[in-house]
């Protein structure tokens, strides 16, 4: 069946086959952040990432660097948790085969296609719901049944399992409760690892207190982090680690956002209690319980890096120290750091790359996320600045940002005048915390769908001294193909 999307989808193979020297057809700035962090989320691929890492000969299982017999177990139990726990358990399960005997995975969507051997529970995010508590009640159940030196527990732990998977800590806290707690954190402020202090001090599997559950049992825990500096008792606030926050840390935030005011009356009673400050149990750091983080936001980095410099030749910098703040003041210092770049390397085409989560409180009813709130902010400098050729993306490896159905957005230089051209306000859109609409609107919304992957958010900046009549790049800039590319 001959089609003109077909002709074109075979003429565009024909052109990257022939390699990076003969490509012809152009791509302006905003085209080339879009196709890095294309490549950059493919590149991270989860079910890649879990292979390369686990593999299994016979009754030898290779978990990184550590190898387990097989044989010495009676029972292999996977639990699964969080935004990325299908690709993982769907790659475990694969590696393990016969040898898996029992487990659960517990993501906040179902996927397109349902391979999953292990029973599947769909927990809320970003606040818990009905399926978390089912989840988290199950896994606990399951765990005190299995517990026993001859039962080896592979955890799978990813980024969102704060919502997805969680239980209350006190019979007087309800599920509307813990919901209330989580909206009231993800508006007021807090930076996740600050959200996950709270959080821990009020959850049954947080804490460590889920690996508790089973401590006679060897485990094996995997972490996918969303978080900063390896910290992966913050990775869904460390269910097989023990909490580090001391009761004074969680005292602090308390009072640095005045949570106690604006939290239900049971949660604020529980904490006014001084239960919290009795800790969490600790777990026991020993050769039977071992915890591999096997990907990130900062590895997720170094492979944009390498996407940038090599398949379109950018000089790249990375801004490894702007990650969390004020979203205004972080678009700011992006926006100096590029121009700072720029200064250093004045004939080439220069991008700079980051990741983290921006500190972006909501403040109106709108659509939209930190991601699309980060580059219109950056496209008003952009336009104050009087700057040219420059592009910006920023979007979550996860494929949500905010209340909105995309994953980030993108802005060029041209983006603010062809929405006023549109009838469309910029500023009306950042005090209304409105962003999604506009972006939309202009064909900029980043629209992934859910990836099933979550090392935070990525982004790109990217600005070009000389850019062509027709809006694309010199001939030096033409990108290579992808590898995927190549390949069809």
Known sequence: MDTPSLRKRERRRERLGRGRADVRETMGPKEIVREIFQRTLAAIDIATTVRNAVSRDGDRLRVVEEEVDLAAFRRVVVIAIGKASVAMAEAVEEILGERLTDGLVVANARPSEDRLRLPLFLGGHPVPNEGSLDAATRALELL?????????????ISGGGSAIFERPIDPSIELSDLQEVNRVLVQCGAVIGEMNVVRRSLSAVKGGRLALAAPQSRQISLYLSDVNDDDLATVASGPTLPDPASP????????????LSRFPPSVTAWLRRGEPRKGSPGVDPGSSRTHHLLLDNRRALAVGWQIAAKDFGLTVGLAEDLVEEEVQLLADRHLDRLQALAQEHPAAAVCLLSGGEAICPVRGSGVGGRNQEFVLRLALAIERRKLRGVAILSAGTDGIDGNSPAAGAVADDHSLRRARQVGLHPEQALAGSDAFPLFSALGDAIMTGPTGNNVRDLRILLIVPAVSSDGGLPPSLHPSPSREELST
């Open 248 to 259: 004074e840390a969680l005292a602090e935030i308390l009072h640095r956002y005045d949570l």
């Open 144 to 156: 005190r049944q299995v517990d026993s030196p001859e039962t080896l527990l592979l955890f799978l």
